[in-house]
């Protein structure tokens, strides 16, 4: 449930930052990325990272957005090992379903994290897509 939580914890970093509450929406994208840290999900943090960069820059909060970019880059330092790699995830992303069998979900092999050398993670229900 620490992916989920992520998921959530990112949803009210933009609903604060709609409302325009700087500080609760950098503190809940904190949390998210430590969320997604603990579950394992750097690709999900790396998609999402420069929109709350960009969002947090546009704020005039430029200090907070490196202070979260070096976060994540130091934290995630090594944390990609067991993801395919070059002509490895070239050949299983070219072998992904379509579809992810457990949701329906388009298996976009650009929005997929990687859970192992052979198991795809959907994006959008978290469950396990294997290459045919």
Known sequence: MIAPAGDLALRAARCYLNLDDLDKADERAKRA???FIKARKP???RRLLPK????LERHGRQADADALRREVEET???LMEGQPRGRL???MAA???AK???CGAPAKPKEVSWAGPATAE???????IKPE
């Open 95 to 97: 072998r992904l379903p």
């Open 43 to 45: 690709r999900k943090v």
């Open 52 to 55: 709350v960069t960009e969002a």
């Open 122 to 128: 959907c994006p959008y229900c978290g469950g396990a």
């Open 76 to 78: 995630f330092k090594g």
């Open 100 to 102: 992810c069998p457990n």
């Open 89 to 91: 995830a070239a050949q």
């Open 33 to 35: 990325t430590r969320l």
